[in-house]
T-cell receptor, first 113, second 119 residues
Framework: GQQLNQSPQSMFIQEGEDVSMNCTSS?????WLWYKQDPGEGPVLLIA?????ELTSNGRLTAQFGITRKDSFLNISASIPSDVGIYFC?????????????FGKGTKLTVNP | GAGVSQTPSNKVTEKGKYVELRCDPI?????LYWYRQSLGQGPEFLIY????????DSGLPNDRFFAVRPEGSVSTLKIQRTERGDSAVYLC?????????????????FGPGTRLTVL
């Protein structure tokens, strides 16, 4: 099935460092979303972006909706051990009107204390 | 309040058997979604319901997969003649779907998933 191109695939960083990950698509989406998934759990929404060019923050997280509506990035500042997990981008709302989400393959983040 | 719940949490079955996976959405949520997540991959859409009807079933991989939501609340995903390639985590999500998604905020809340292993 369709998936977004998400990079990097994995990251190993020291506590306190900043992190950046991004997502691209060949399709336009009306909404971009960033989720975090812990082992044995379902994805949890971190940030939702609804307008092209929008820059949104949620605590130490900042995300932007690309102006072309085909890309997005997520930044995490001053990482802490509990940031460990898999981060997924997801696109929502394409032509055709389906409510389904299209996910990237994820970025696995490891934070060394 | 209670989140999305899924049962069982784990299911081990033999190739060729029939399985049912259950999802209890958040009370009052009108939309319910099924996704499948293979190891090392993001969730992939299977089907979603608006009320009792399947609004989009384009993600179901073949006719061995079927889902129902007879009363507009609980949903069951049914897999016939299971194959080893069906092994994955099956995630359910629900949302309070408004008429116009341009309003935003129709967050999909995910359950913990059912891990299906086909031997």
């Amino acid at each position: 099935g369709q998936q977004l191109n998400q990079s990097p695939q994995s990251m190993f960083i020291q506590e306190g460092e900043d992190v950046s990950m991004n997502c691209t698509s060949s399709s336009i989406f009306n909404t971009w979303l960033w989720y975090k998934q812990d082992p044995g759990e379902g994805p949890v929404l971190l940030i939702a972006l609804y307008k092209a060019g929008e820059l949104t923050s949620n605590g130490r997280l900042t995300a932007q909706f690309g102006i072309t509506r085909k890309d997005s990035f997520l930044n995490i500042s001053a990482s802490i051990p509990s940031d460990v997990g898999i981060y997924f981008c997801a696109g929502h709302g394409t032509q055709g009107g389906s409510e389904k989400l299209v996910f990237g393959k994820g970025t696995k983040l490891t934070v060394n204390p | 309040g209670a989140g999305v719940s899924q049962t069982p949490s784990n299911k081990v079955t033999e190739k060729g058997k029939y399985v049912e996976l259950r999802c209890d959405p958040i009370s009052g949520h009108t939309a319910l979604y099924w996704y499948r997540q293979s190891l090392g991959q993001g969730p992939e859409f299977l089907i979603y319901f608006q009320g009792t009807g399947a609004a989009d079933d384009s993600g179901l991989p073949n006719d061995r997969f079927f889902a129902v939501r007879p009363e507009g609340s609980v949903s069951t995903l049914k897999i016939q003649r299971t194959e080893r390639g069906d092994s994955a985590v099956y995630l359910c999500a629900s949302s309070l779907l408004r008429q116009s998604t341009s309003l935003g905020g129709d967050e999909q809340f995910f359950g913990p998933g059912t891990r299906l292993t086909v031997l």
